[in-house]
């Protein structure tokens, strides 16, 4: 079965960076596409970035030029770095395929303090 676990959270200042990690197992990760997805306290999950089984990106608008999402197919690891972090980037962190399935994994918290 698909196991997700995502890892990295943590409470930072505003303008900090972080860099979360998605370890993947159950799934031929390689030719998988996966991204990254949040959910702020009181919104709906939303998608953040995501990226190809040949290594093609998209970002939401919000994030572009700040989080850069990568993959290591060896590890059958996926990473969201994150640089100059905003209070409005305070969500719990989901890692899934993209498009979405039911593989939702407990989240990373990632909490931006003013």
């Known amino acids: 079965q698909v196991q997700l676990v995502e890892s990295g959270g943590g409470l930072v200042q505003a303008g900090g960076s972080l860099r979360l990690s998605c370890a993947a197992s159950g799934l031929i990760f390689s030719t998988s596409a996966l991204a990254w997805y949040r959910q702020a306290p009181g919104k709906q999950r939303e998608w953040v970035a995501a990226?190809?089984?040949?290594?093609?990106?998209n970002y939401r608008n919000s994030v572009k030029g700040r989080f850069t999402i990568s993959r290591d197919n060896a590890k059958n690891t996926m990473y969201l770095q994150m640089m100059s972090l905003k209070p409005e980037d305070t969500a719990v962190y989901y890692c899934n395929l993209f498009p979405d399935r039911n593989y939702w994994g407990q989240g990373t918290q990632v909490t931006i303090s003013s």
């Open positions: 990226i190809g089984s040949n290594n093609n990106t």
